[in-house]
Nanobody
Framework: QVQLVESGGGLVQTGGSLRLSCEAY????????MAWYRQVPGNQRELVAT???????KYADSVKGRFTISRDNAKNSMYLQMNSLKPEDSAVYYC???????????????WGQGTQVTVGT
């Protein structure tokens, strides 16, 4: 089993900042891609940002210039620095990671439990 644990969500005013963290635990050989998604009740889960094992990043247009994704491979961790937050950024944020485990079956893709971000007006 590979478990992902998110932290750092909360309530912030418009224009404020939050930093989300995601740490992976378990029988991990290596993590390939990591990503942040978000979901509002009644809507589909949407991709926010991704980062590859070599640090290549991609962002949704709605967060470009405001959010920064990063990772610490030594700690099996990923972060999302969110600046200039807007009410429409309010959602449950989930982390996702894929890679290989040290035991069979080797490939894994895991999700965290989610952390709520609420941006007040």
């Amino acid at each position: 089993q590979v478990q992902l644990v998110e932290s750092g969500g909360g309530l912030v005013q418009t224009g404020g900042s939050l930093r989300l963290s995601c740490e992976a635990y378990g029988t991990i050989l290596r993590i390939e891609n990591m990503a942040w998604y978000r979901q509002v009740p009644g809507n589909q889960r949407e991709l926010v940002a991704t980062i590859s094992s070599n640090g290549y990043t991609k962002y949704a247009d709605s967060v470009k210039g405001r959010f920064t994704i990063s990772r610490d491979n030594a700690k099996n961790s990923m972060y999302l620095q969110m600046n200039s937050l807007k009410p429409e950024d309010s959602a449950v944020y989930y982390c996702n990671a894929d890679g290989e485990r040290t035991i069979l079956p080797r490939p894994f893709s895991s999700w965290g439990q989610g952390t709520q971000v609420t941006v007040g007006t």
